[in-house]
């Protein structure tokens, strides 16, 4: 069964830097592009950035463009989406999902990142 | 860019039918897909390129596309269906519908 497995929940204050992981198993990693969503406390789902395997490229979202960093390592099979400083908006529950054809099928656990000092 | 509107909530009788649109600028032409999200839980595909079900998705949910509005359809609603619904395409980026609270009463 694919799977998805996310890294856990971080308490960070402003100004710090974050990186959190996406482990994909059970397919083949370089065969389908992975896609970050942002959903804040009480909101829908925002897109933040996909990685298509075949070229390395990443697409971004203008929203997240300058903020995020969104990096695959595919010798392990995981994807990191990464902040170089961060703020209180960045509060938040973070997706990776495995993306083919336009759909993501499956769906990693979520990883709550909270910003406060 | 694309846009994608859902009405906030949409609500059903237990055993009834709910329909829940997603309207676009001729989304008929494009593929739409759907996702159920239970609270706290990570969102879960429920219909993908307009009309096809998922493996272990109940055959109580439907999906239709054309013109301007694709529609999702549960039949015989059931407490468990309560959820958010988005709809989404793709347009060089992935977009979202804002989500739509489905409430079975």
């Known amino acids: 069964e694919v799977r998805l497995v996310q890294s856990g929940a971080e308490l960070k204050e402003p100004g710090e830097s974050l990186r959190i992981s996406c482990q994909g198993s059970?397919?083949?990693?370089?065969?389908?592009?992975i896609t970050w969503v942002r959903q804040m406390p009480g909101k829908g789902l925002e897109w933040m950035g996909s990685f298509d395997p075949r070229d390395s490229y990443t697409y971004y979202s203008p929203s997240f463009q300058d903020h995020v960093t969104i990096s695959v390592d595919k010798s392990i099979s995981t994807s990191y989406l990464q902040w170089g400083s961060l703020t209180a908006s960045d509060t938040a529950t973070y997706y990776c999902a495995r993306q083919g054809g336009g759909v993501c099928d499956y769906w990693g656990q979520g990883t709550l990142v909270t910003v406060s000092s | 860019s694309y846009e994608l509107t859902q009405p906030l909530s949409v609500s059903v009788a237990l055993g009834q039918t709910a329909r829940i649109t997603c309207g676009g600028n001729n989304i008929g032409g494009r593929n739409v897909h759907w996702y159920y999200q239970k609270p706290g839980q990570a969102p879960v595909l429920v219909i993908y390129?307009?009309?096809n079900r998922p493996s272990g998705i109940p055959e109580r949910f439907s999906g239709s596309n054309s013109g301007n509005t694709a529609t999702l359809t549960i039949s015989r609603a059931q407490a468990g269906d309560e959820a958010d619904y988005y709809c989404?395409?793709?347009?060089?980026?992935?977009?979202f519908g804002g989500g739509t609270k489905l409430t079975v009463l």
């Open positions: 059970e397919y083949s990693f370089a065969t389908y592009w």
């Open positions: 989404q395409v793709w347009d060089s980026s992935v977009v």
């Open positions: 390129r307009d009309t």
